[in-house]
């Protein structure tokens, strides 16, 4: 049963017309033939957004054009896609695009949703709290973490071999490797703070990250944002 952010298909009175295919993302990839060369130069690059589409029935007791509207808030809403079998994985929802309905009759209507969603399944995560060298082993694909880092001054965080320095914090740094920014949010506020960040923004790869932190770090929270092909 799919799962909108957190509402259920079957609380808006939906049903799938068919269990869903699992989605996989196409990889980018470049095949340059060279003269004289065996087979082509392969080149490839990152993944694809993942289109997606699913068949939805409504069976209920009211007019089928008033539940439609209701259910088309929802859809347009939602940031997460999830299913009730594999409740610990979600698709994050780019855009959504509804066909027209059909409806014959007065009480039933059926109508497909072509979802764009990112490339990755991700796992659900929480913070963990580093206050000492930690390991931290990822079993899928490379991650792109939130790292929020405690400091009186300034000091290094070390992720396997990747090194990133903080310098001049007073309080904490949020460092978010996906969207690529480092900042500041307190009591609503966002304060850039880009310019107290040395060193590019760490990825966890695949298998063991060795996680320290020297300096005037007193402590760091991550959610490693575990992720999936």
Same mark, same amino acid.
Not at 43 to 68: C, M, N, R, V
Not at 75 to 85: G, I, R, T
Not at 110 to 123: G, K, M
């Given at each position: 049963?799919?799962?909108?952010?957190? +509402?259920?298909?079957?609380?808006?009175?939906?049903? /799938?017309?068919?269990?869903?295919?699992?989605?996989?993302?196409?990889?980018?990839?470049?095949?340059?033939?060279?003269?004289?060369?065996?087979?082509?130069?392969?080149? %490839?690059?990152?993944?694809?957004?993942?289109?997606?589409?699913?068949?939805?029935?409504?069976?209920?007791?009211?007019?089928?054009?008033?539940?439609?509207?209701?259910?088309?808030?929802?859809?347009?809403?939602?940031?997460?896609?999830?299913?009730?079998?594999?409740?610990?994985?979600?698709?994050?929802?780019?855009?959504?695009?509804?066909?027209?309905?059909?409806?014959?009759?007065?009480?039933?209507?059926?109508?497909?949703?072509?979802?764009? /969603?990112?490339?990755?399944?991700?796992?659900?995560?929480?913070?963990?709290?580093?206050?000492?060298?930690? +390991?931290?082993?990822?079993?899928?694909?490379?991650?792109?973490?939130?790292?929020?880092?405690?400091?009186?001054?300034?000091?290094?965080? !070390?992720?396997?071999?990747?090194?990133?320095?903080? %310098?001049?914090?007073?309080?904490?740094?949020?460092?978010?490797?996906?969207?690529?920014?480092? !900042?500041?949010?307190?009591?609503?506020?966002?304060?850039?703070?880009?310019?107290?960040?040395?060193?590019?923004?760490?990825? /966890?790869?695949?298998?063991?990250?060795?996680?320290?932190?020297?300096?005037?770090?007193?402590?760091?929270?991550?959610?490693?944002?575990?992720?999936?092909?």
């Amino acid at each position: 049963m799919v799962v909108l952010d957190t +509402t259920k298909i079957k609380d808006i009175n939906l049903s /799938l017309s068919e269990r869903p295919a699992i989605p996989t993302p196409e990889q980018d990839t470049e095949h340059i033939d060279i003269r004289g060369r065996h087979g082509s130069l392969t080149k %490839k690059y990152g993944f694809k957004d993942i289109p997606y589409s699913l068949t939805f029935d409504f069976l209920e007791d009211t007019p089928f054009k008033q539940a439609f509207r209701k259910a088309k808030i929802v859809f347009f809403k939602a940031k997460k896609l999830s299913f009730e079998d594999d409740p610990d994985i979600f698709y994050m929802i780019k855009s959504v695009e509804i066909e027209d309905a059909l409806n014959d009759v007065l009480e039933y209507g059926q109508f497909t949703v072509n979802f764009t /969603l990112a490339p990755f399944a991700f796992e659900v995560t929480k913070l963990i709290t580093i206050t000492s060298q930690t +390991t931290l082993t990822n079993a899928g694909y490379e991650s792109e973490p939130y790292i929020k880092a405690y400091a009186a001054g300034t000091g290094k965080i !070390y992720i396997g071999n990747q090194v990133v320095t903080v %310098k001049d914090i007073n309080g904490f740094i949020e460092i978010d490797s996906t969207m690529m920014n480092a !900042y500041r949010k307190e009591n609503g506020l966002i304060t850039n703070l880009n310019n107290h960040m040395i060193g590019d923004f760490p990825v /966890l790869v695949e298998g063991k990250n060795i996680i320290k932190f020297d300096g005037n770090i007193t402590k760091l929270e991550i959610d490693p944002r575990w992720r999936w092909i």
